[in-house]
């Protein structure tokens, strides 16, 4: 058998190996910018998005936050003076209630009444507004939540005493914490040396 070792296999010159490899590089490096490129445009850009949108809603719950701090404390300072002013407050209820009961107009004169040993004769009280108003759940829940207004109630007193004590009851109705207008005067003499006394006033609620 006769073996023929005279033709030599053509090996691939340098140059079209370097080449092949440099090809080889380049597509390589282009497939990694495309999977680069469509990582950072499915993956890394939401998610940056993302992250971004919660910083911007971060931000604003931090001043939110800030604000209703700012208001709380407000809140609490004003909290601090009513209570030390809770005198001042029930005086202001009592010259400008939120309802118009008649009851309290009658307690309060009759008090004033007796206080200055004076006899009441007669007392009526009238008010334009509706009564109801004071029995309303919603408003005694809430009683600043609606708008309100100076209204008017008109009163009619009949007492009977000496002129002194009649000073006093006037002292009285001056110095008291309703406020109370008064309209007329009428006097007449009545027996035992006493006087007949009678007054038309206004006072005033804030009310709806």
């Known amino acids: 058998m006769d073996i023929n070792f005279s033709k ?46 919660q910083n911007l809603m971060v931000g604003a719950l931090k001043t939110e936050s800030a604000k209703l701090a700012d208001q709380q404390a407000k809140l609490k300072r004003l909290i601090e003076q009513l209570k030390s002013s809770s005198q001042d407050i029930a005086k202001l209820d009592e010259s400008l209630p939120l309802h118009p009961r008649t009851t309290w107009v009658y307690l309060l004169m009759e008090n004033l009444v007796q206080s200055s040993g004076m006899t009441l004769s007669s007392l009526t009280v009238s008010s334009l507004s509706d009564e109801t108003l004071a029995g309303d759940p919603s408003l005694m829940q809430n009683p600043y939540s609606v708008n309100r207004q100076i209204k008017k109630m008109s009163a009619n007193i009949g007492v009977t005493g000496t002129f002194s004590q009649f000073q006093a009851f006037l002292k009285k109705i001056e110095n008291s914490a309703r406020i109370l207008d008064v309209k007329t005067l009428d006097i007449s003499s009545s027996s035992d040396e006493l006087l007949d006394f009678r007054i038309s006033f206004d006072t005033y609620y804030f009310a709806p």
């Open 8 to 53: 030599q296999v053509p090996r691939p010159s340098i140059g079209t190996m370097t080449l092949n490899k440099k090809r080889s590089s380049l597509i390589e490096l282009v497939i990694m910018l495309i999977v680069g490129i469509l990582f950072y445009w499915f993956i890394i850009s939401p998610k940056a998005a993302k992250v971004n949108e």
